[in-house]
């Protein structure tokens, strides 16, 4: 993100009537998510949250000086999919060899073979495992590979780079059957 904010976790859908909502935390340890304090939205809006139960908690606004709980179930239904985001500097430096998943978006990705493919746009993680969107050089619909070390071997974040060795059923058809199956809606 040009702002340098990372997604740290994402309202759901309200818990109950009184104002709880479900959290779907990216932290490593999924409580640690209330230990940010100040967690900012889209708009700017900076909120917390105090955990209720695994995956449920009261959300609190910070309102000219004041902390506003959501209180009830149209207000916690009003944050459904809210994004909630930290500032980089609040997060720990990565180790040696880590990298954060926001350090993969803008690198080049590079065929084994040196071949220039494209950007790293977008990270998904729906929870099955992480894929990685490339917008191609050559353009066209976006090259979507799953993020596992078979397909990514190489991360360079310092270099800028990824290096790509795509799965032999997409690598070995030629590229009009590749188009035809993104032309499709399939995605490979």
Do not use: F, M
């Given at each position: 993100m040009p702002d340098e904010r990372i997604l740290m976790g994402?309202?759901?859908?309200?818990h109950g009537?009184?104002?709880l909502v479900h959290v779907q935390s990216y932290t490593a340890d999924p409580a640690a998510l209330a230990d940010y304090g100040g967690l900012e939205d889209e708009r700017g809006r900076v909120f917390s949250l105090r955990w209720h139960s695994e995956g449920v908690a009261r959300l609190t606004e910070k309102t000219s000086g004041r902390d506003v709980p959501v209180a009830d179930r149209n207000a916690a239904e009003a944050m459904t999919n809210l994004r909630l985001f930290v500032p980089r500097a609040a997060l720990p430096a990565a180790e040696e060899d880590e990298y954060y998943l926001a350090d993969l978006i803008g690198l080049r990705a590079e065929a084994v073979?040196?071949?220039?493919?494209?950007?790293?746009?977008?990270?998904?993680?729906?929870?099955?495992?992480?894929?990685?969107?490339i917008a191609l050089a050559a353009g066209g619909p976006p090259l979507i590979l799953p993020f596992t070390a078979r397909v990514?071997?190489?991360?360079?974040?310092a270099g800028g780079r990824i290096v790509v060795d795509p799965p032999e059923a997409l690598a070995?058809?030629?590229?009009?059957?590749?188009?035809?199956h993104q032309d499709q809606g399939a995605r490979p």
């Open positions: 994402v309202i759901g859908r309200p009537v009184r104002g073979s040196g071949e220039a493919l494209g950007t790293v746009t977008v990270v998904h993680d729906y929870g099955a495992g992480t894929s990685l969107e990514v071997p190489v991360v360079d974040v070995g058809e030629p590229e009009n059957v590749r188009r035809e």
